[in-house]
């Protein structure tokens, strides 16, 4: 059964940094594209980053210079690291597969707020 368990999430202060993980399962990760997205409060669901299998990232423009998206195929895991925090980025962060996205885990809320 494929399965994506995100984590890190949290409070934090505009300006600060987060570092997400999501352990991916039930599939041959290292095949795959991966990606993170995110749900604003209220807001559909959105692309924030992928990463293909040959190490190419896209960014959506409102995270360009501020996350960056990595991967480790031996652990099955992939990452989003989040400088700069704003408050809009105020959301639930979910990982899945940049193409053929399967089911949705539980995602990982992060508030940034002062």
């Known amino acids: 059964q494929e399965q994506f368990v995100e984590s890190g999430g949290g409070v934090v202060q505009p300006g600060g940094s987060l570092r997400l993980s999501c352990v991916a399962s039930g599939f041959f990760f290292g095949a795959f594209a991966m990606a993170w997205y995110r749900q604003p409060p209220g807001k559909q669901r959105e692309l924030v980053a992928a990463?293909?299998?040959?190490?190419?990232?896209n960014y959506a423009d409102f995270v360009k210079g501020r996350f960056t998206i990595s991967r480790d195929n031996a652990k099955r895991t992939v990452y989003l690291q989040m400088n700069s925090l704003k408050p809009e980025d105020t959301a639930v962060y979910y990982c899945?597969?940049?193409?053929?996205?399967?089911?949705w885990g539980q995602g990982t809320q992060v508030t940034v707020s002062s």
């Open positions: 899945n597969r940049f193409v053929s996205i399967s089911k």
């Open positions: 990463l293909t299998t040959s190490g190419n990232t």
